[in-house]
Each structure stands twice: as structure tokens, then as C-alpha cells.
């Protein structure tokens, strides 16, 4: 008898456990699935809640969870997106915070016989690939570093706007266009391509990745654990190892 009321007692604390497991629905920029990805098994195997990733254009994920989207998570690739939803009600309290920050780089294909060395030389070129630089935080970026350099009207009959970051990135390495605008941590992660150059930071309005537990998501609480992770020291080495710049403090 010991043995079976020891056995209902595991049984029924385990079901306990299995009760407050969630899966959480996490929204992200398209540029950080790879780190994210990395994270997810470590993230289950220390709260036991599953992780699910939207991956996308900050733009749009913001316009799905203001419309209603139950996300769990936001994790945009600009403050602006972030801005939209926190206007719209949406942001726990207490939770957002400046993650990550990234860099701007030009990319050619690996096999270029040529590549531009500067801004002056994406003149020569005949279709420049960037994220949809009216609504998509790496093509707004983009656009912003080309309208400061003078180049921006010069070079706007020759881009190609894609979807995502990671669209103008495959059109570089398909070769659909000579070269492309993405984050150095993309252009990491591809051995199609290569990088011609970096664009100055200070050229570049600076690139910051927020992150929030959102209110109107199946598992907040779990959406706060996540937020949690992101900024654990386990996390920021992830980080650190693709490519992104983290703040050398963290919450705990």
C-alpha cells in the first residue's frame, strides 16, 4: 500500500506539472530564427513550456497582434513595431526590453566577379535587393543609411524591395540581383553570399531588437518566462555566438 500511495503521489504531482506546461506562441523578426531556434529545446527543458515561432517581418507580426493575433511574445527588429503594439494596449507591464542590437552590411554573391568597396559604388549596379523599406525595419534602416548618403534617389529605380530580410537575402543568393542591404547576422548564416562591405553604424539609425510578453496571448505567464530567458546568460551567449550585439547587462 506505501508503494501505491507513493506511486499516485509521483503520478499526481507530474500531471501537476503537465497542468502549468504551456506552449508559447512567440512572434519574432524573421532575422533572429536561427538563435531562436537554438533556444527553444533549452527554454522547454528548463520551464517544461514548448515554444512556438511566428517568424516574419516585424511590420507584419506587429499588424497581426494588434489585430488580434494571440501571441504570447513579441520580439520585433525595431522600436517602432513594438511602439504600434504597446499603443494598442498590448504590452505587459514591466516586460519590454531593449534585447538585441544589429548591423546593416552590403552582400554580393559568393562567386562576384566584382563587388562594390563603398556606398558611391552601388551606383554601378543594376538591382539592389532590401526589405520593403516602407514598412520593414531592415529595409527602413536601409533606406534611411541611402537617403543620408545622397544615393537614395539615384539608386530607387534599381531596388527590389522583398518581404522580409531573409526574401532579400535569397535574392542575392539566387543571384536575382548583384547585391543586397541585410543584417550582418544574415549574411553570417549564408555561405551563398558574400559581404562587400559594412555600412558605419553611425551612418544608420541604431538598430535595436525590444522584446515583450504580450497580455492578450493562451499563456502570459508563460510568455513572461520566455522574456526571462531571452536575457538569462545562457541566452546572450546564443546571441552573441550569431552575431548580435547584447548589453553587457542584464535583468536577471
Given at each position: 500500500m506505501r508503494h501505491l500511495f507513493l506511486l499516485c503521489a509521483v503520478s499526481t504531482l507530474l500531471s501537476g506539472v503537465s497542468a502549468q506546461?504551456?506552449?508559447?506562441?512567440?512572434?519574432?523578426?524573421?532575422?533572429?530564427?536561427?538563435?531562436?531556434?537554438e533556444l527553444a529545446p533549452a527554454f522547454?527543458?528548463?520551464?517544461?513550456?514548448?515554444?512556438?515561432?511566428?517568424?516574419?517581418?516585424?511590420?507584419?507580426?506587429?499588424r497581426?497582434?494588434?489585430?488580434?493575433?494571440?501571441?504570447?511574445v513579441f520580439l520585433s527588429a525595431d522600436t517602432a513595431?513594438?511602439?504600434?503594439?504597446?499603443?494598442?494596449?498590448?504590452?505587459?507591464?514591466?516586460?519590454?526590453?531593449?534585447?538585441?542590437?544589429?548591423?546593416?552590411?552590403?552582400v554580393v554573391p559568393v562567386d562576384a566577379k566584382s563587388a562594390p568597396s563603398?556606398?558611391?559604388?552601388?551606383?554601378?549596379?543594376?538591382?539592389?535587393?532590401?526589405?520593403?523599406?516602407e514598412a520593414v525595419p531592415a529595409g527602413v534602416y536601409a533606406k534611411a543609411w541611402l537617403v543620408k548618403a545622397g544615393l537614395w534617389k539615384a539608386l530607387a529605380p534599381n531596388l527590389v524591395p522583398a518581404l522580409n530580410v531573409r526574401a532579400a537575402l535569397a535574392a542575392v543568393e539566387t543571384g536575382r540581383v548583384d547585391a543586397g542591404v541585410v543584417y550582418s547576422t544574415d549574411a553570417a548564416h549564408s555561405k551563398r553570399v558574400r559581404v562587400a562591405f559594412q555600412v558605419p553604424e553611425q551612418d544608420v539609425?541604431?538598430?535595436?531588437?525590444?522584446?515583450?510578453?504580450l497580455t492578450k496571448g493562451a499563456a502570459p505567464e508563460a510568455g513572461r518566462a520566455f522574456v526571462r530567458f531571452l536575457q538569462s546568460d545562457a541566452a546572450r551567449k546564443v546571441f552573441t555566438r550569431h552575431g548580435f550585439g547584447v548589453p553587457s547587462a542584464r535583468a536577471p
Open positions: 506546461a504551456d506552449t508559447v506562441l512567440v512572434f519574432a523578426a524573421v532575422s533572429t530564427s536561427d538563435a531562436l531556434q522547454t527543458r528548463t520551464t517544461g513550456h514548448a515554444v512556438e515561432f511566428s517568424l516574419g517581418a516585424s511590420s507584419d507580426l506587429a497581426q497582434a494588434v489585430a488580434g493575433a494571440p501571441a504570447d513595431q513594438m511602439d504600434a503594439v504597446e499603443k494598442a494596449g498590448l504590452v505587459a507591464p514591466s516586460t519590454r526590453v531593449d534585447l538585441l542590437s544589429n548591423r546593416l552590411v552590403v563603398s556606398p558611391a559604388g552601388l551606383r554601378g549596379l543594376k538591382r539592389l535587393s532590401l526589405a520593403d523599406p539609425p541604431r538598430i535595436v531588437y525590444p522584446a515583450a510578453a
